[in-house]
C-alpha cells in the first residue's frame, strides 16, 4: 500500500540535492518512473539515479534542462514523455535565491528568480496538462515556501515568486479538478540544503549578523519545534500529495515547516 498507483511517470524538477533528490527518493521507493533534472556535478547525478534506479527497480533519467528559459522547460516535458512515457505527476521543486536589501536588488536577479521559481512552473504545468486531461489522471505539486504565506525582508523577488506560485497553485486546482488532477503546494520551512548554505554569507551581509549566528537567528528563531526540517520530510508530503489517496485535496498550501507560519 506504499505505492502511489499503479506504475506512474513523475518528473522532479531541481532535483539533483535537497528536497528534490529526497522527492526522486520517495516517488521510485512508491513504485514511480523519475524524471531528475537540476544541475551539478554530471558523475555524482549518475551515480544518484542509478543507486535508485538499482535499489528501486524503477526507470530514473536526467534533463540537464535550465528552467530559467521556457524553450527548455518544454523541451524537458517533451523528453521524459519521449523515454518515460507520458507524465501522470510533476513536482515543480526547482528554485534558487538571491539575498540582498531592496534598493540595491540587481534586476537580473529578480529576472531569474521569477523565471525558475514561477514561470518554470507554469510552462512545465502547461505542458504536463494535455495528457493528464486524455487519461484523466495527474498530480502536480509545487514547492513553495513559508515566504509564500508570509513575507520576510531582503527576499523581494523569492517573496513574490513564491507567493505567485501559490495563486498558481490555486488557479489551476480550480480549472483541473474536473479532470481527475490535483494540483497543490508544499511550504517548508527551513531545510539545510545549498540553497540556504549558499544565502548564509548573503544574510551576514545585509542584517550585519555573524555568520555563524545566522543560522539560529533568521532560519530557526520563527519555528517553534527549532530544529532543521529533513529534506524525507518534506518529500513524504509531496509523495503524500502524489498518492491516490490525496485524490480530495487540491488547492492547498501544505506548510511543512515546524510551526513557523502558526505565530
Ligand atoms: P537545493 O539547492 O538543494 O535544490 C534546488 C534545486 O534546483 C537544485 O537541484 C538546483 O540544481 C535546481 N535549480 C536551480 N536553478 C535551476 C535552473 N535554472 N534549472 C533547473 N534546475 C535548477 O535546495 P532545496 O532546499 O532542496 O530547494 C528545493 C525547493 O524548496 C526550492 O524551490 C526552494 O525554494 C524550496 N524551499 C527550500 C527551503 C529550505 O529551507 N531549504 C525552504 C522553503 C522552500
Partial sequence: QNRIA???IAVVTGSTSGIGLATVRAL?????????????????IDRNCAEIAE???NRIVYSAADLSRPEEVRAMMADAADRLGPVDILVNNAGVQHVAALHEFP?????????????????AIKAALPSMRERRWGRI???ASVLGMVGAPHKPAYVAAKHGLIGLTKSVSIEVAPH????NAVCPGTVLTPIIERQIAQQ?????????????????????????I????????????????????TGAALPVDGGYTTH
Fill in 55 to 57: 535499489r528501486t527497480g
Fill in 6 to 8: 499503479a506504475a506512474r
Fill in 204 to 228: 551576514a551581509q545585509v542584517t550585519g549578523l555573524p555568520e555563524d549566528q545566522v543560522l539560529q537567528t533568521v532560519f530557526l528563531e520563527r519555528m517553534p519545534t527549532g530544529r532543521l
Fill in 230 to 249: 529533513a529534506p524525507e520530510e518534506v518529500a513524504s508530503a509531496i509523495a503524500f500529495l502524489c498518492s491516490d489517496a490525496a485524490g480530495s485535496i
Fill in 28 to 44: 521510485a521507493g512508491r513504485g514511480c518512473d523519475v524524471m531528475v533534472n537540476g544541475f551539478g556535478d554530471r558523475a555524482e
Fill in 141 to 143: 505539486v509545487n514547492t
Fill in 107 to 123: 534586476d537580473d536577479k529578480w529576472d531569474l528568480l521569477l523565471a525558475v521559481n514561477l514561470s518554470a512552473a507554469f510552462h
Fill in 180 to 183: 481527475g488532477i490535483t494540483c
